[in-house]
């Protein structure tokens, strides 16, 4: 009998979707969402909405893509292999924004937003013009949303300056609707913690903080890790739970590229 008939299909992975921009060192943006969602199990794919020249030290140059091109990458893997989850990255422009937000109206599949305004290095990846559309069109698609204290602050102008701030950010950031927020207290001295709550439920995720100055990617890391649990049909909590577990080694074991700041480590598991 020959050795193909004791084959079984090939199981097929769940596949999660990112919609962000193209980080050239590898460290964040889509390169990042694609390794983190390969470390994860499932199948990523990706929709592209700016091209950057990046390295460790900064952002030299990034170019928006058209809003047709957006689209017909989204309509192209959507209605053919579908999704089991999306995440957002960088937008960068109102229009692209609005485009983005139409588009996962339209979807049945939970949505992981990472309001994306400056990169690690304090470059802008976010238009101005385009807060509104991420307040009012964008925040209201998400399952979860993941901004970090800047970001907090530029959507809704709450500054945290330590942990019991962290409520009064969470719940400005929910009343534009998202299900649930994380906000990503890293920025806080002491250790890393982060606030996860729908408004009546609260989790405190805390992790020690590593001596390593190498975390580029971490944002986008936690929100496609996130993702990928929720595409694996894990629930909010258990998901975001282990894609803090994993980023949390990830900046354990990140590494120098360059002359500036490395990436965090996508593959330390594997290592």
Same mark, same amino acid.
């Given at each position: 009998m020959p050795i193909s008939e004791h084959v079984s299909p090939p199981r097929v992975p769940p596949r999660v979707l990112t919609v962000a921009g193209s980080d050239s060192g590898g460290g964040a943006g889509i390169q990042a969402d694609l390794k983190t969602m390969l470390a994860f199990g499932v199948h990523g794919m990706s929709v592209l909405t700016a091209v950057?020249?990046?390295?460790?030290?900064?952002?030299?140059?990034a170019w928006e893509l058209p809003?047709?091109?957006?689209?017909?990458?989204?309509?192209s893997v959507v209605d053919d292999i579908g999704v089991q989850a999306v995440k957002t990255g960088m937008l960068s422009s109102a229009e692209l924004v609005g485009t983005v937000a139409e588009l996962l109206a339209e979807t049945d599949a939970p949505v992981v937003v990472d309001p994306v305004g400056v990169s690690k290095h304090g470059d802008p990846? +976010? /238009? =101005?013009?385009?807060?509104?559309?991420?307040?009012? #069109?964008?925040?209201?698609?998400?399952?979860?949303?993941?901004?970090?204290?800047?970001?907090?602050?530029?959507?809704?102008?709450?500054?945290?300056?330590d942990e019991a701030e962290l409520r009064r950010a969470a719940d400005a950031v929910l009343a534009f609707g998202p299900r649930?927020?994380?906000?990503?207290?890293?920025?806080?001295?002491?250790?890393?913690?982060?606030?996860?709550t729908d408004g009546d439920e609260e989790h405190w995720l805390r992790a020690p903080r590593?001596?390593?100055?190498?975390?580029?990617?971490?944002?986008?890391?936690?929100?496609s890790a996130i993702a990928a649990g929720l595409g694996g049909g894990?629930?909010?909590?258990?998901?975001? +739970? /282990? =894609?803090?577990?994993?980023?949390?080694?990830?900046? #354990?074991?990140?590494?120098p590229l360059g002359a500036g700041i490395g990436p965090v480590d996508h593959g330390w598991r594997l290592r």
């Open positions: 950057t020249a990046q390295n460790s030290l900064g952002v030299q140059g809003a047709e091109a957006v689209r017909a990458q989204y309509r990846l +976010l /238009a =101005a013009s385009a807060l509104d559309g991420v307040r009012e #069109l964008l925040l209201p698609t998400a399952t979860v949303a993941t901004p970090n204290l800047d970001e907090v602050a530029q959507l809704t102008g709450v500054r945290v300056e649930w927020v994380l906000i990503k207290g890293g920025h806080l001295p002491g250790d890393a913690v982060d606030l996860l590593h001596d390593n100055r190498h975390t580029h990617g971490t944002g986008c890391t936690l929100a894990q629930g909010v909590v258990e998901a975001v +739970l /282990a =894609a803090k577990d994993y980023v949390t080694g990830a900046i #354990l074991n990140g590494f």
